[in-house]
């Protein structure tokens, strides 16, 4: 009765209501960019473009398929993704699940566990992160932009409560069958926890694509730069000197439609990633976020 009441019906329809306007108004922002990048210099130039083309030309887009260094900074945020995502998951994963056992099978698990909320609360500030980073000889590598972040504490909470969750009898039965930790993770646990797994490297992907703030202290050449950092130093910087741009080129074209195309392109891959895998974000998260 309480589904088909007036009052459920009502509030339904307001709800959606509010969640189509809140979508659309977090699609109209790229929704511009896309518009800007498609017109002409003089209409992006006197703010003319809203959200339709004015002076259709696709000159953006071809200056920015030209620049070898925008290529290079997408290949460079692909690997960067990928091995990152990878580092993490495996070291959350690895984490957590040691961490899920109790104190009877896992001596001194709460002070481990007390240890990485620790760096939840307090961290070493950026100056300490970068001598570390420095003085282990990562400047300028791909490994900089990786390993200061290959363990997420929140991420990793969250699939330790998550295996928490899971009956201890598979555990036990697996147990009973001759099968140690590592058997029984990546053959039960991680099998059952693909939900999980996959919202989390969702946050981890996101995370690593635009991240751009670790790119501009720990590299030093603009040719080494992921997607992220080259995006800010056109957009932010304006400094187009530094990465490959042709100045005759972006006088003529206009220095907004170059700047919206090349953000445009660099937001692609997450948009077509993300529908494929944010059917699991309610059943992963809401399975990893209470302990009965």
């Not at 329809?13 to 896309?34: A, D, G, T």
């Not at 900089?144 to 036990?172: C, D, G, Q």
Request: glycine share 4%; hydrophobic share 55%; aromatic share 16%.
């Amino acid at each position: 009765m309480l589904y088909t009441s007036k009052a459920y019906r009502t509030f339904t329809w307001f709800n959606y209501l509010f969640l189509l306007l809140l979508s659309v108004l977090c699609l109209l922002p790229l929704v511009h960019i896309f518009a800007v990048s498609l017109s002409s210099n003089a209409a992006a130039s006197a703010n003319l473009v809203t959200f339709w083309p004015v002076g259709f030309t696709f000159d953006a887009y071809v200056e920015t398929m030209s620049n070898p260094s925008f290529f290079n900074s997408i290949f460079v945020s692909i690997q960067r993704t990928a091995f990152g995502t990878a580092i993490s998951m495996f070291l959350t994963v690895m984490s957590a699940y040691a961490l899920s056992k109790e104190e009877v099978k896992f001596k001194g698990r709460t002070l481990y566990a007390w240890f990485f909320v620790f760096t939840i609360l307090f961290n070493g500030g950026l100056i300490p992160t970068f001598l570390v980073v420095q003085k282990a000889g990562l400047v300028d590598t791909l490994w900089a932009l990786m390993l200061p972040h290959a363990v997420n504490v929140w991420n990793m909470i969250l699939m330790l409560n998550f295996f928490r969750s899971l009956p201890k009898e598979l555990e036990e039965s697996a147990f009973i069958d001759g099968a140690n930790h590592f058997v029984t993770l990546f053959r039960i646990y991680l099998p059952i926890s693909m939900p999980s797994i996959a919202t989390l490297s969702l946050f981890a992907m996101v995370f690593h694509w635009n991240s751009w703030l670790d790119g501009l202290i720990y590299l030093n050449k603009a040719s080494d730069y992921p997607l992220a950092t080259f995006l800010q130093s056109i957009v932010v910087q304006e400094n187009f000197a530094e990465t490959g741009l042709d100045q005759d080129d972006v006088a003529n074209i206009s220095e907004r439609t170059i700047k919206s195309a090349q953000i445009f392109i660099g937001a692609l891959p997450i948009l077509m990633v993300y529908p494929f895998l944010q059917k699991y974000f309610v059943k992963g998260i809401v399975l990893g976020s209470v302990k009965e």
